[in-house]
């Protein structure tokens, strides 16, 4: 069984910045794929960023490669998420996921968090 909890979440204007935080509990979490989903109200869950299991490999959704950063501090079992030039549409819940699998589908991660609210205002 792994644990997440996301931390980070706030109201910022666009061109901002905010770091998401994901901590990880549990014996085997730090041998998962983990990743980053946002849901805003009406849409589905969309993949973010994944990181792997020894910090090597990272993937991005289009539209925020080049703004958001995701890395792994395999000591603390935490993983942050590093977004910047933050714009209106990134609005959403934002969750972290843990998975068996390195995959851009939300039905792929085992275990998510409760989700941490981010809104970008105009």
């Known amino acids: 069984q792994v644990q997440l909890v996301e931390s980070g979440g706030g109201l910022v204007q666009a061109g901002g910045s905010l770091r998401l935080s994901c901590a990880i509990s549990g014996r085997t979490g730090s041998t998962y794929v983990i990743g980053w989903f946002r849901q805003a109200p009406g849409k589905e869950r969309e993949f973010v960023a994944a990181i792997s299991p020894s910090g090597s490999m990272t993937n991005y959704a289009d539209s925020v490669k080049g703004r958001f950063t995701i890395s792994r501090d395999k000591f603390k079992n935490t993983i942050t998420l590093q977004m910047n030039s933050l714009k209106p549409e990134d609005t959403a819940v934002y969750y972290c996921?843990?998975?068996?699998?390195?995959?851009?589908?939300?039905?792929?991660?085992?275990?998510y968090g409760q989700g941490t609210q981010v809104t970008v205002s105009s």
């Open positions: 996921a843990a998975g068996q699998n390195w995959s851009t589908r939300p039905s792929r991660y085992d275990y």
